[in-house]
Each structure stands twice: as C-alpha cells, then as structure tokens.
C-alpha cells in the first residue's frame, strides 16, 4: 500500500502572553493597519488562519474567520475582552 504523500496536519493551541494596559482614553485609536509581513510572520498567520478557518470560530459580529484580515480581529477582540 502506498503511503500518501500529504503531510499530516497537527493542531495545537498556543498560549501567549501579551503585555497590555488600558488606553489613555484622550489618545486615538487606530481602526486601519496596512503591514508587510516577513516569511516567519505570514507562517504564524497561516497556522492560525488554517485553525480558526471553516471552524466555528466567529468573531463579535458573528461572522467567520475568512481572512487573514479576520484573524486579526479575532486576536485582537480576545486581547480586548480579557481582563
């Protein structure tokens, strides 16, 4: 029997920790980020997008990760709601 040549692919959750402090509530808040990824960044990105796409993981709004667009949100609304 041949063996199939695909790779198989593992899941894993990751958990990071990140620095946060509650904004200055008289400093702006950005709502558009354009950025050029390196090839590590985009890796990190694809391995989430890969996770959190066609699961049932919606952000706020209701809507699915479809985008990689979408997975920062999805981030970042966690990030946001934490305590």
């Known amino acids: 029997m041949a063996k199939s040549a ?5 899941e894993a959750a990751v958990s990071v920790e990140i620095p ?9 808040m950005t709502t558009h980020v354009n950025v050029q990824l390196n090839r590590q960044q985009a890796y990190g ?3 989430v997008f ?7 993981f919606r952000m706020e709004d209701g809507k699915y990760v479809q ?4 997975v920062v949100r999805y981030i970042l609304e966690k990030v946001a709601a934490a305590e």
């Open 67 to 70: 985008h990689a667009g979408d």
């Open 50 to 56: 890969d996770a959190l796409n066609g699961g049932a």
């Open 6 to 10: 695909a790779k198989e692919k593992k």
């Open 45 to 47: 990105l694809r391995r």
């Open 20 to 28: 946060v402090r509650d904004p200055d509530p008289d400093k702006y």
